[in-house]
């Protein structure tokens, strides 16, 4: 495990399942890996917030740290909040933060305070095309000049899609890697609902098999094990 953990999930579009990725990802490293995690909610709507305010989830905290939007001085309001988040961090194995879409300069700020990425991305082209200069901007506000690692996750698939996962594969950089894909299922609007994550709401769902599944895979592609 590397220090520091501080990973961004976060996608530059909504409706992608970024906040079902944080939470349940955050509650199975929490429950299934026995890590110490805290789950920042940087989104203004509070979706995370909402999610669990009223759920115990062993070895998991909720923090509500709203990122600054790109009025005024940004600089100095990232600076701050990273602070904040880095403080954090120390008390932890691994800081989530469920970031919202945001402008691509505050986005490339951010990232030089983050040791992993984490992007939601759905089958559509678009969404493919907005996501490879997202990747881009990753790789060059990475700290110390080095690769910052990442993980892409199909998310929102329809369970009878077939994803071309060599050809995706083909063209990422090599720090980063393909998880395997979270339908669109719903139990995952049900653990919603339920203000849990899916594991307990539908411990014996496709859905709970599937993002453990990509649980795993990212604690492995980032090192957090």
């Known amino acids: ?22 939470v ?6 929490a429950l299934n890996h026995k890590l110490q995690c805290v789950l920042i909610d940087a989104d203004p709507i509070g979706s995370s ?16 740290l709203s990122l600054p939007n ?28 469920d970031l919202p879409p945001i402008d691509i300069i505050v986005f490339s700020e951010l990232l030089r305070q983050v040791s992993g990425v984490v992007i939601p991305v759905g089958l559509s082209s678009l969404e493919w095309e907005a996501t490879f200069p997202l990747i881009e901007r990753v790789i060059s506000a990475s700290k110390d000049s080095q690769e ?7 998310s929102r698939i329809h369970p009878q899609k077939r994803l071309p996962r060599e050809k995706i594969v083909e063209v990422l950089p090599t720090q980063w890697k393909l998880s395997p894909q979270l339908s669109l299922r719903s139990d995952f609007q049900k653990a919603a609902e339920y203000r849990n994550w899916v594991g307990s709401s539908a411990p014996e769902s496709s859905a709970h098999r ?7 895979f990212i604690a492995e592609a980032l090192n957090l094990l």
């Open 148 to 154: 910052t690692k990442g993980v892409i996750v199909p």
């Open 1 to 22: 495990m590397s220090e520091n953990n501080i990973l961004a999930v976060t996608n530059r579009k909504g409706g992608v399942g970024k906040t079902t990725l944080a």
């Open 70 to 97: 790109s009025a005024g001085n940004v600089h100095h309001a990232l600076h701050t909040w990273g602070a904040a988040v880095s403080n954090m961090a120390m008390d932890c194995d691994v800081v989530i933060a």
């Open 210 to 216: 599937e993002m453990n599944e990509v649980i795993r």
């Open 49 to 64: 917030t909402l999610w669990l305010e009223e759920t115990s989830i062993k070895g998991l905290k909720l923090r509500r």
């Open 24 to 29: 349940n990802l955050a509650a199975g490293l």
